[in-house]
């Protein structure tokens, strides 16, 4: 009785902390953090929320790691610490924690190596967790490029699945932007991957790698052809992007005027316009 008493007065102090008003509050309201709205003293409230990543009760320790990502970059100071925590015992706190340093973002910098090294977790979900961490971090997460082209090359994907590891690194390679050209060829092999989301997002983020990843527009012009629209948009903008290289690609953005899809008639016009070619027939319209 004593124990859940002050238990229960443990969470009413963080729920003040957070800056929860405690009429009509009840214990039960801890159970379910993501319904309560922190109020404006939760902000002044981050180095008493990074004690409590140290509390004894692995739920009460959750609960602060989660109140630490709703902050976003204002619980920066917490880095460290919720870097610890990622490495926690407790599989929930250490997935509360990659949760909260990917809502920090790019100031949970000093978390890089730290990810990079969960990346190679066995727990397929706690991998995903440092993977989004490491792209919401963005181009500053340039040096977890060598570990993220392993685990896309060394991923298992569903033929179907949206949320597949391979998904998940090309895209997170993809945030980073530029700083990941050393893995266009991994990136423009992906253009050809069996899973629709994948193909998807490795079209986007050679996008995103910009001129650097122009040794893809062989893969690219092929991905013109793709059956999932999508896939054929993205490939388009980025041929408008690289001018020399895209000029090889002129027969398959022809075609491509004549496409289904309004946004990928849209996207060809557009690249061949930006490649300096003026095609005799206009854009189809429906």
Known sequence: MVSRLFKTWKYAALALLLGFPLAGWSAADAAEPKAAQPGPVAKSSVPELIKALSDPDAEFRRYAAYALGELGPAA???????????????????????????????????????????????????RRGAAYALGAIGPDAKK??????????????????????????????????????????????????????VRVAAAQALGSVGPAAKSAVPELRKA????????????????ATVKP???????????????NDEYVRFSAAKALDKIGYKPARSVRKD
């Open 224 to 239: 013109l052809g793709d059956p999932d629209a999508y896939v054929r948009v993205a490939a388009a903008r980025y041929l």
């Open 245 to 259: 290289e895209a000029a090889a690609a002129v027969s398959e953005l022809l075609k491509a005027l004549n496409d």
């Open 76 to 126: 920066k100071s917490a880095v460290p610490a919720l870097i610890k925590t990622s490495g926690d015992p407790d599989r929930s706190l250490r997935l509360t924690s990659l949760q909260a340093l990917s809502n920090i973002g790019p100031a949970a910098k000093k978390a890089v190596p730290e990810l990079i090294k969960i990346l190679g977790d066995p727990d397929k979900d706690v």
């Open 144 to 197: 977890a490029v060598p570990a993220l082209r392993r685990y896309l090359t060394e991923s298992a994907c569903d033929a179907q699945s949206p949320g597949c590891d391979r998904r998940v690194a090309v895209q997170t390679l993809g945030y980073i932007g530029r700083g990941a050209k050393k893995a266009v060829p991994e990136l423009a092999k992906a253009l050809s991957d069996p899973n629709r989301h």
